[in-house]
């Protein structure tokens, strides 16, 4: 009992103190881009009650009104209106939210897919590992845009196969990553005397190889991320994304371009959310992967 | 090196044939493609007459072997929406596809190698992290992002280039900017790396201390040495990287090429013309990559002496 009290209040402090040491050895840079990212989750998690209209709302009176400050601003539309006056930055927050949601989605089963096959293949060997290996050099040799937007003409553009794409893409560098480790550990001296003691392969691959591939794992997983929001914005912008009146950030571009001319607000709003997310998320992950790398401390 | 080329070969077959198997049967989920050729409201013995004329009547495997036999004789089907040959629709928007990606590619190299160059010299000083902030941003940018704003702000603000087509070299300027962008941040980090990696060798000091030039330590014996790494990533990363931009930049300025045709198929549904597209574009791909493969092996005397 009285151990467990101890281990319980023991935990918080050290996870603050793991926090702030982290801050701490933040440059200005970067940490600017975790108070950017955190701002973003937060205003992406409350969408719907920060945005001040419903993100479909239309109103013919108030098409095509500029921001404030501009000539022709109406009240409560902060950010201006598109061209069938709904309210660009409730729509940009709504698109946000999905364009995030989209991104954890495909991330994480990217992740549990390429991580497992990394996994089986590592362990197993052979020609398990031949077939693993050449699907991911295959995978390598062609441009994933060209893969998106057949299974999107193929499944048509709806949320769960845009989630399925976004998940397929970067599978293969979980799998390199996985298996590379895997192979690294299972020649280290502590794998053969699990094995020695008794210990099955689920347990070997699960409990001592898995835990130690974690670092790699996660820096791959933040890039994918800032990949991720990439590829979605760039197939909704093609109009192969999400359909309207969804918005997610690339589709309010895409649509919004044929108003460039005389609302640029329309593109500009969310052109510069994806930029954030984008900038966050890559800051933090080249940080991550430098802390993880050695090698790249110097540089 | 026989040995190695002839494994790289065959691995280059083996991944075109899955690649065509996969794409074959993929399209054939969709459901009667009929249905994307003129829509529900047609009689049935007109929608036999076009199963039969776009040679859908046959057992999915007859059609396979018919889609393999089609590599050899050079016919692959009509475009549901131009009922023209795909073959000749494709291969009218190879050149632009060619020109769009060659100037990029030239615009990538010019920029990139001299400031990846530039950013291992002065590593410490500001002019290194200058040249890598610019990097970084190249990278983070979605190139749509970038064509959206340089249209907004020189074509409609400032009237200075025009926004559609091919005609005039003013056309190239916009298109091949957006193209390189994330592939200028990409090689120019690379390079940066690779000098890096060069300038700490031992060899590096004995040029200087032959009393050599800087100019002529950092280019003669730096850079020879940095390029064989840069030109393997040359191929690898940035073929991949251009032709998924290309299709991006295409469709944005609207250039007739291959990479717009795909877009265009895709949201039409215009199966034959895509299929058709993609191959030729993972043709592409795998070809130049397996080229590269030889060459660099070939430049490598450990395998070309068949050593390794």
């Given at each position: ?17 793991h ?11 970067q940490?600017?881009a975790?108070c ?9 998690a409350?969408?719907?009650?920060i945005?001040?209209?419903?993100p479909t709302?239309q109103?013919?009176?108030s ?12 009240d ?5 209106t ?5 309210d660009v ?5 709504h ?5 995030l949601?989209l ?13 497992t ?11 398990v590992d031949?077939v693993?290996?050449g699907?991911v ?6 441009p994933?845009t060209?893969?998106a ?8 553009s709806s ?7 976004l998940?397929?893409?970067?599978w ?11 192979r ?8 053969e005397a ?15 190889v ?22 979605e914005s ?12 969804t918005?997610?950030?690339?589709s309010?571009v ?7 001319p005389?609302?640029?607000?329309i593109?500009?709003v ?14 933090l ?15 | ?13 083996i991944?075109?044939?899955v690649?065509v ?9 969709s459901g009667?493609?009929?249905?994307y050729?003129?829509g529900q ?6 929608r ?10 046959a057992?999915?495997?007859e059609?396979?072997v018919?889609?393999?036999g089609?590599f050899?004789d050079g ?10 040959p ?10 632009p ?13 010019l920029v ?10 002065h590593r ?7 040249v890598?902030?610019v990097?970084?941003?190249?990278y983070?940018?979605?190139?749509f992002?970038?064509?959206?704003f ?7 603000t ?13 056309h190239?300027?916009?298109p091949?900017i ?9 090689l120019?980090?690379?390079?940066r790396?690779?000098?890096l990696?060069v ?5 590096m ?9 800087e100019?002529?330590?950092i ?16 191929g690898?990363q940035?073929a991949?990287?251009?032709?998924a931009?290309?299709v ?10 291959i990479g ?7 949201i039409?549904?215009?199966?034959p013309?895509?299929?058709?597209a ?16 030889i060459?660099y ?9 068949g050593?390794?």
């Amino acid at each position: 009992m009285a151990e467990a009290v101890v281990g319980n209040t023991s935990a918080r402090p050290a996870l603050l103190a793991h926090a702030a040491r982290i801050w701490g050895d933040a440059n200005g840079v970067q940490r600017a881009a975790i108070c950017v990212a955190v701002l973003l989750l937060i205003v992406a998690a409350f969408a719907p009650f920060i945005a001040p209209h419903e993100p479909t709302a239309q109103s013919l009176i108030s098409r095509l009104r500029p921001p404030i400050g501009f000539e022709r601003f109406k009240d409560g539309y902060l950010l201006g209106t598109d061209e069938l006056g709904r309210d660009v930055l409730s729509r940009s927050l709504h698109g946000l939210q999905l364009t995030l949601i989209l991104a954890a989605l495909g991330a994480t089963i990217g992740l549990l897919l390429g991580g497992t096959l990394g996994l089986v293949s590592g362990i197993a060997g052979g020609i398990v590992d031949d077939v693993v290996m050449g699907a991911v050099d295959a995978q390598i040799a062609i441009p994933f845009t060209l893969i998106a937007l057949l299974t999107l003409a193929i499944f048509g553009s709806s949320i769960e196969v845009m989630v399925l794409v976004l998940g397929l893409y970067g599978w293969e560098q979980y799998a390199r990553i996985v298996r590379g480790e895997v192979r690294r550990l299972m020649a280290m001296p502590f794998i053969e005397a699990a094995r020695a003691a008794g210990a099955s392969g689920g347990r070997i691959a699960f409990r001592h190889v898995l835990p130690n591939a974690v670092s790699p794992l996660v820096v791959q997983f933040t890039l994918s991320i800032s990949n991720i929001v990439l590829l979605e914005s760039t197939l909704s912008f093609l109009g192969m994304g999400v359909q309207p009146p969804t918005a997610t950030l690339g589709s309010m571009v895409g649509i919004g371009r044929d108003y460039l001319p005389t609302a640029p607000w329309i593109v500009i709003v969310p052109a510069m959310m994806i930029l954030l997310v984008t900038f966050a998320v890559q800051i933090l992950g080249d940080w991550l992967r430098d802390r993880a790398d050695v090698r790249l401390r110097d540089r | 090196m026989v040995r190695h080329i002839a494994r790289t070969l065959a691995k280059m077959i083996i991944t075109l044939f899955v690649i065509v198997t996969l794409v074959f049967f993929a399209t054939r989920l969709s459901g009667d493609p009929i249905n994307y050729v003129v829509g529900q409201g047609i009689t049935q013995e007109d929608r036999e007459l076009l199963t039969r004329y776009y040679g859908l009547d046959a057992s999915i495997w007859e059609q396979y072997v018919r889609f393999l036999g089609s590599f050899v004789d050079g016919q692959f089907g009509l475009s549901f929406v131009e009922r023209r040959p795909v073959a000749d629709i494709v291969a009218e928007r190879v050149w632009p596809s060619l020109q769009l990606l060659l100037s990029g590619i030239a615009l990538t190299i010019l920029v990139a190698i001299p400031l990846g160059i530039l950013a291992a010299i002065h590593r410490k000083s500001w002019i290194g992290s200058a040249v890598m902030t610019v990097a970084f941003i190249g990278y983070a940018v979605p190139n749509f992002v970038l064509a959206v704003f340089m249209v907004l702000v020189f074509a409609f603000t400032l009237n200075w280039l025009p926004v559609v087509g091919n005609s005039t070299p003013w056309h190239f300027i916009m298109p091949t900017i957006t193209l390189s962008g994330a592939l200028i941040a990409a090689l120019t980090r690379f390079t940066r790396n690779a000098m890096l990696d060069v300038l700490s060798q031992d060899f590096m000091r004995t040029a200087r201390a032959k009393g050599l030039s800087e100019a002529v330590v950092i280019l003669k014996h730096g850079f020879s040495n940095a390029s064989i790494t840069i030109l393997s990533v040359l191929g690898l990363q940035i073929a991949g990287l251009a032709a998924a931009g290309n299709v991006v930049v295409e469709a944005i300025f609207a250039w007739p090429g291959i990479g717009a045709l795909l877009v265009n198929a895709a949201i039409l549904r215009d199966f034959p013309v895509l299929q058709f597209a993609v191959l030729a574009v993972a043709f592409a791909v795998i070809i130049v990559n397996g080229v590269i493969d030889i060459a660099y092996a070939y430049a490598d005397p450990r395998i070309r002496l068949g050593r390794a």
